[in-house]
């Protein structure tokens, strides 16, 4: 799990940060520091799914923005997967709206 989250906040970030001609951002950059795989494996291991939840919405909030918002289709799907991540209750339930952020994120980028 924790390489998916970390994945799907790489994703995100990359969104917000990566601009054409640039260096692609990657796992060690700047932007990465509180959300690598060690941090989120943290909170996997102390089972802190508020903590992770709002990890990743604070890159999605950003990636949103770089979407155009819930104004754009684009937006309003990620806000649409965004939700459903919120409202896991469990690890177990992040699982699949996890895995379908990280897809949807990959796909757009």
Request: with cysteine; charged share 25%.
């Amino acid at each position: 799990m924790e390489l998916t989250l970390e994945a799907v906040a790489l994703f995100a970030l990359k969104l917000v940060h990566e601009t054409e001609g640039a260096s692609p951002i990657l796992r060690d950059d700047w932007v990465m520091d509180g959300y690598q795989r060690e941090v989120f494996g943290l909170l996997v291991r102390q089972g802190d799914l508020a903590g992770i939840q709002v990890k990743l919405d604070e890159c999605l909030t950003l990636a949103l923005g770089s979407l155009g918002g819930t104004s754009t289709v684009l937006g309003r799907e990620l806000q649409r997967l965004a939700v459903e991540v919120c409202q896991a209750s469990t690890l177990e339930e992040l699982n699949a709206p996890l895995n379908a952020l990280e897809d949807y994120l990959k796909a757009i980028l």
